[in-house]
């Protein structure tokens, strides 16, 4: 059973409510009825960058999921969870091998590879498909940010939403970042999804009362955390943006300020459903972070944070993207301040709370962390190529934000492409069993790597288990590259003490004492 809205709703914010079939009907005389389109020409225009926008993103998410690189370590590690027979399983592995999530992902990772098998494109092709539905999902939820300038008769009406969510839709579909992660066999295309869908219900509960919408959006906040406790830094940009109502700001606003202690608590009832697994996932965490395992992550600086936006943006296309997000954030605050604000602290909130971890803590902000907090920034710089007015200018710099990104999405692939994918990891096996010394792996989550490629390898499975032994007491070592990319010191100390090179493959190398 569900409640009937509230008498004339308000938002939040303050804003006139939300339009009902009596209002639109008395104010037909006064707005358009639908501000995207204004003419045929406009209206096919909107339709054949819609389409752009779905055929571009979907090609270049699925293009090369297997040949693009062999798979990492991580992704291993995902493929080993999901590869076990029962869920419970599926929970327990996702939960050692991941700590800080449950195992939504390799659950659904599992009834993927039953279905369409577990070669890596097609596992791949799991984020690959969750990639294109966040393009769709990040042009939907911009629309109900944004909704309440249709909503309002106001001769000074910035861009219609339509446009601006768009825009910001299609500069996330060519993203380096945005490709690349949808590429990867990891849940963080899933994470986006489920951030997204609770960033839509949460404004759709702005806007209105049901009872149901509060129970939903406990349900999609507790998933979304689940997923990833990353998506906390979500939680906390929207609990700031709700501050001003919770402080009763401005004055007689007790309905609004009503409302939002309500939101705030559906929040908090929808964190607390995970609270107890979560501790326990949070204190395998920390014993991770005392081990060192995290050590690959460096220390936060003020130019680490500009550095991780250039490399997250595209570095050259971060040049032209960040003054068109500096002119949508200054002219949407000054024409629809709730909508503009909101993405502004979607931004900055998660960086900040990432950079106050890193210094208080442990070193934590790295572009996956934060991966969300890049979206409203898209969507400003899409703002802000619409603030340019004129239409020559408008298609211009377009054009130049296009351009820069396929290239960026070029240059990625090239230096992706002259791996051998998949070969070296057998080969490497069997050049460190004829040695006739114990085998280890370093990093040690990269020996489900090896344990993938060597499920239809001829050497038989007791080959590989009866020699593994883990770590540095082995005699020869099967050494990924990631380690001198991402822990140069530790890398040094390894390779003085392994200081024989036995084989070496692109991408793995053999080293003994």
Known sequence: MTSSPVSNPRLIW??????????????????????FVRSGNVQALAVCLFAVLLVSGAFLRFSNLGQESEMSSDEGADWAAASAPTLAEVEGLGVALNPGK????????????????????????????????????????????????????????????????LLGALIMALNVTMVKYSRELRMYSLVLALILIQVWWFFRLVRQSHIEDYANLALLTALALAANFTASLVFAAEGVWLLPSLLGLPRRSLMRQRRAWLIVATLGA??????????????????????????????????????????????????????????????????????????????????????????????????????????????????????LRRPTIIFGALALVVTLELCDVHYYDRSKSDLQWGVQWSEAVAAAVATRSSVGVEPPVAHNVVQYYLRHSPLPPQTYQNNFVGGRDADVLIVTDQIPIDQPRAAAILFSEYSKTVARFKGVAVIGR
């Open 102 to 165: 449950l195992a939504i992902y390799d659950v659904a990772l599992h009834f993927w590879i039953q279905v369409f098998g577990d070669s890596v494109t097609s596992m791949r092709a799991l984020s690959a498909a969750l990639g294109v539905l966040d393009v769709l999902l990040l042009f939907v939820v911009v629309r109900e940010i944004f909704g309440g300038w249709s909503a309002v008769p106001n001769p000074r009406l910035p861009t219609n939403p339509n446009a601006v969510a």
């Open 270 to 387: 929808g964190c607390a459903v995970f609270l107890l697994p979560l501790g326990y996932e949070g204190t395998l965490l920390v014993g991770r972070v005392k081990q060192g395992e995290f050590g690959w992550i460096q220390p936060t600086t003020i130019w680490g944070v500009v550095h991780l936006l250039w490399d997250a943006t595209g570095r050259l296309t971060f040049a032209v993207i960040a003054p068109l997000a500096v002119c949508g954030s200054l002219r949407g605050w000054r024409r629809a301040p709730y909508a503009a604000s909101f993405l502004i602290l979607w931004f900055c909130v998660p960086i900040l709370l990432a950079t106050f971890v890193s210094y208080i803590l442990t070193p934590f902000l790295v572009e996956r962390y934060v991966l969300s907090s890049f979206l409203p920034f898209f969507v400003l710089a899409g703002l802000g190529i619409l603030e």
């Open 14 to 35: 303050g804003l006139p409510s939300v339009r009902t079939a009596d209002s639109r009907s008395q104010r037909s005389d006064k707005v358009e009825p639908n501000l």
